[in-house]
């Protein structure tokens, strides 16, 4: 983890002790190996943890970015990579949380169970900009899919990425962005 000018710059997976430091409202730029999934995705996920199998990736330490992408153009890694809704995936992300996940990059508010989660597992919540998915998908180098092809687009992708650009929505303390940022609003 590196602090610029413009946010901070933090390699991906990263260790609890990474998220432990950051802070609603901070400006991040990620860069290493991150993964898609969105509803389709976790629903197996779910099943398979309750059948006792393992996961298609490990999960200890790393970021799931709720998104979709669309078929990449000639010469690029992916198409346009926007994310997705992150409260359809609210169920399944306190038993991923509890199991290591340190970061979900989403758009849009999470539930109490969500945020319960995050703190107990000193873990973070980023937003990613919802309609810029084409400008995001420049940070996007690469992507594979390593799970789940017969649900096309919903697939689990290993990403590589370089300087992919979130800001912290909900830390590990309970500090949520969207709470804080309508109540600073409220005041002018």
């Known amino acids: 983890m590196s602090t ?3 946010g901070i710059y933090i390699q991906v997976p990263f260790p609890k002790e990474v998220s432990e430091g950051l802070r609603a409202g901070d400006y991040i730029y990620l860069t290493g190996t991150i993964y898609t999934a ?5 629903k197996r996920m779910y099943e398979a943890l309750e059948k006792g199998e393992q996961l298609p990736f490990d999960i200890e330490g790393n970021v799931i ?3 979709g992408p669309s078929p990449a153009r000639d010469g690029r890694a992916i198409g346009s990579a ?3 809704t ?7 992300a306190p038993k991923l949380l509890d199991l290591g996940l340190l970061g979900m990059i989403g758009k849009g508010k999470r539930t109490q169970e969500v945020k319960d989660a995050i703190i107990r597992n000193k873990a973070v919540y980023f937003a990613a900009v919802g309609g810029a998915g084409a400008l995001l998908s ?6 594979e899919v390593i799970a789940y092809d017969d649900l096309g687009t919903e697939a689990i992708r290993k990403l590589t990425v370089e300087n992919f650009p979130v800001i912290v929505v909900m830390d590990c303390k309970g500090n949520n962005l969207y709470e804080t940022a309508i109540k600073e609003y409220c005041k002018e």
């Open 38 to 42: 969105r509803d389709a995705a976790h």
């Open 4 to 6: 610029g000018d413009n």
């Open 138 to 143: 420049k940070a996007i180098k690469s992507s």
């Open 82 to 84: 926007g994310p997705t």
């Open 86 to 92: 992150a409260s359809r995936m609210d169920k399944y």
């Open 65 to 67: 970015y709720y998104m």
